[in-house]
T-cell receptor, first 115, second 115 residues
Framework: AQSVSQHNHHVILSEAASLELGCNYSYGGTVNLFWYVQYPGQHLQLLLKYFSGDPLVKGIKGFEAEFIKSKFSFNLRKPSVQWSDTAEYFCAVNANSGGYQKVTFGTGTKLQVIP | EAGVAQSPRYKIIEKRQSVAFWCNPISGHATLYWYQQILGQGPKLLIQFQNNGVVDDSQLPKDRFSAERLKGVDSTLKIQPAKLEDSAVYLC?????????????FGPGTRLTVL
């Protein structure tokens, strides 16, 4: 069965600091990878996704993530965070399971950006 | 485009009572998902529908949880009887079809508290 690990549960950064949130998954086959974000009081929404091709994918609001197949990782990065990036971030893996696509989410990382 | 609608937004019940949640997906979305998100954890898929057929309900506690999607549009999730450990946010999501290339759109969720 597939699984997703997010090692940082709570991250506190000052504005303009660089961000990297870790995500590792466990699955031997082809995967599709996602980062979702939940801003305070809002719905979960897609930040970026990887299906194939260039392992460095760019999403909304200056976020990017790099798929490293050999490390089973899909870490999220942003060079300079803003106070408005305060949110909870979820990594998710979509893989074929029993003939259909199944999505598994990580436990999430709460990011707090201090002005 | 209207988003995924869920009701009620909040519900407080006592253990052993019954409760039902309603979801209206984005118009035209064939795939509908129900997730359970316990505090401090990522969303866990309970059931996935493709139109009005069940694709995956492997993590649905079928002794107390049931879900239906009549006419392939709206869906209801029921818990009967509720237990303390069912306290969570219940998220509904929809996508065009059940492929990894289609983004899931989430509703605001229903926060259930079981006393």
């Amino acid at each position: 069965a597939q699984s997703v690990s997010q090692h940082n549960h709570h991250v506190i950064l000052s504005e303009a600091a660089s961000l990297e949130l870790g995500c590792n998954y466990s699955y031997g086959g082809t995967v599709n990878l996602f980062w979702y974000v939940q801003y305070p009081g809002q719905h979960l929404q897609l930040l970026l996704k990887y299906f194939s091709g260039d392992p460095l994918v760019k999403g909304i609001k200056g976020f990017e993530a790099e798929f490293i197949k050999s490390k089973f990782s899909f870490n999220l990065r942003k060079p300079s965070v803003q106070w408005s990036d305060t949110a909870e971030y979820f990594c998710a893996v979509n893989a074929n399971s029993g003939g259909y696509q199944k999505v598994t989410f990580g436990t999430g990382t709460k990011l707090q950006v201090i002005p | 485009e209207a988003g995924v609608a869920q009701s009620p937004r909040y519900k407080i019940i006592e253990k052993r009572q019954s409760v039902a949640f309603w979801c209206n997906p984005i118009s035209g979305h064939a795939t509908l998902y129900w997730y359970q998100q316990i505090l401090g954890q990522g969303p866990k898929l309970l059931i996935q529908f493709q139109n009005n057929g069940v694709v995956d309900d492997s993590q649905l506690p079928k002794d107390r949880f049931s879900a239906e999607r009549l006419k392939g549009v709206d869906s209801t999730l029921k818990i009967q009887p509720a237990k303390l450990e069912d306290s969570a946010v219940y998220l509904c999501a929809s996508s065009l079809v059940a492929t990894p290339y289609n983004e899931q759109f989430f509703g605001p969720g229903t926060r259930l508290t079981v006393l």
